[in-house]
């Protein structure tokens, strides 16, 4: 993954940030099923949630 921006500001909450990610999801032998794909996002954003108290803006 990469954090490719972190905001706090106008909109987000007083004590949080607003942290952008860009995650490559691939295989190296074959092009991924949207099912798969959406299966692996909801993982990370369940794992967010979780660990950090994050949530999806």
């Given at each position: 993954?990469?954090v490719?921006?972190?905001?706090?500001?106008?909109?987000?909450?007083?004590?949080?940030?607003?942290?952008?990610l860009s995650?490559?999801?691939?295989?190296?032998?074959?092009?991924?099923e949207?099912?798969?794909?959406n299966?692996?996002?909801?993982?990370?954003?369940g794992?967010?949630k979780?660990?950090?108290?994050?949530s999806?803006?």
């Amino acid at each position: 993954y990469t954090v490719f921006d972190v905001y706090t500001g106008d909109g987000v909450e007083a004590g949080r940030k607003s942290v952008a990610l860009s995650l490559i999801l691939q295989d190296f032998s074959r092009t991924l099923e949207e099912t798969e794909i959406n299966i692996a996002m909801d993982q990370v954003i369940g794992l967010l949630k979780t660990e950090l108290k994050a949530s999806l803006r």
